[in-house]
């Protein structure tokens, strides 16, 4: 796997697009998994408020709060050297105002050394983006399904709404996003709004003519029990192996085969 030689920054990620280069992005919530997917050679990591549902075990995003994404964050920087790390805004900590926004936003870069911030919104979150970018602080905006929004949408469905979308990619990147995460939309939209914008479009369920994907990593690990939507591909059932390693070592301890003279001091 080639890894790159210097460190990924902002203007390397949106250069990318234009050099035809596509982004590998995960998202990451700890020191383990972030140092070995950056040792893989990823693009990006996010610290995604998915963190909500796939360890807190929460059925939404929406109770993360700031001081958890910035503990997350915290452990995923130790560990990286050379992927851009972006963080997620939870849930009410941008959407109250712009200032309330760089508030959060400026504590997340200070806090945990992270480059960029991620929010959910397109036309809704222009000025907020704008306030953000104006500041100095490379935001990543988030249209389609925007997993904050469950309630107003009434589940995790694909958004269709071709005007609406566009309109949201055109206003994020208006603002000043630095780029945009396609979320759960059909692919012949996703790849009209790669080819109108000039920052690189990162699709998760929008399609293989985006400038770049981006999944959760316990899905495509295959670590996930029962959530299977179509755009996810497990590229590795590790479920499946970590159980059999915990069955077989249960075996053992019982049995007294764990531990052996092999694994015993003399
Ligand atoms: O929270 C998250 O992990 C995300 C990705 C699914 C894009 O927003």
């Not at 009410?92 to 919104?121: C, D, H, M, W, Y």
């Not at 500041?135 to 925007?146: F, Q, T």
């Not at 709004?193 to 981006?214: F, H, K, M, N």
């Not at 939507?229 to 590790?238: M, Q, S, T």
């Amino acid at each position: 796997m080639s890894k790159p030689n210097s460190p990924m920054t902002v203007p390397n990620f949106i250069k990318a697009k234009s050099e035809g280069r596509k982004l590998a992005v995960l998202t990451a919530y700890d020191f383990l998994w972030a140092g070995l997917f950056d040792q893989a050679g990823v693009d990006a990591i996010l610290v995604g408020d998915s963190l909500g549902m796939v360890v807190q075990g929460h059925s939404t995003t929406l109770p993360v709060t700031l001081d958890e994404i910035i503990y997350h964050a915290k452990t995923v920087m130790r560990a990286v050297k050379q992927a851009l790390v972006v963080v997620d805004m939870p849930f009410l900590s941008f959407q109250v105002s712009p200032a309330q926004a760089i508030e959060n936003a400026g504590r997340i870069l200070k806090e945990t050394g992270a480059a960029a911030v991620k929010l959910e919104g397109g036309v809704n979150q222009a000025r907020t983006i704008a306030a953000l970018a104006e500041a100095d602080i490379p935001v990543m905006a988030h249209v389609g399904l925007k997993p904050q929004s469950v309630h107003k949408l009434g589940g995790m469905k694909v958004q269709r709404d071709e005007q609406r979308l566009l309109a949201d990619a055109r206003a994020a990147q208006q603002a000043g996003a630095f780029a945009i995460v396609l979320e759960l939309i059909p692919r012949q939209i996703s790849a009209e709004i790669t080819r109108e914008l000039s920052i690189p479009t990162i699709g998760i369920g929008a399609g293989p003519d985006c400038d770049g994907q981006v999944l959760v990593n316990c899905d495509m690990l295959g670590l996930t029990e029962g959530f299977r939507p179509k755009f996810v591909k497990r590229f590795a059932e590790l479920r499946t192996e970590a159980t059999r390693a915990v069955q077989q070592y249960v075996t053992e301890v019982r049995s007294g085969a764990f531990p052996s003279d092999e694994q015993s001091h003399h």
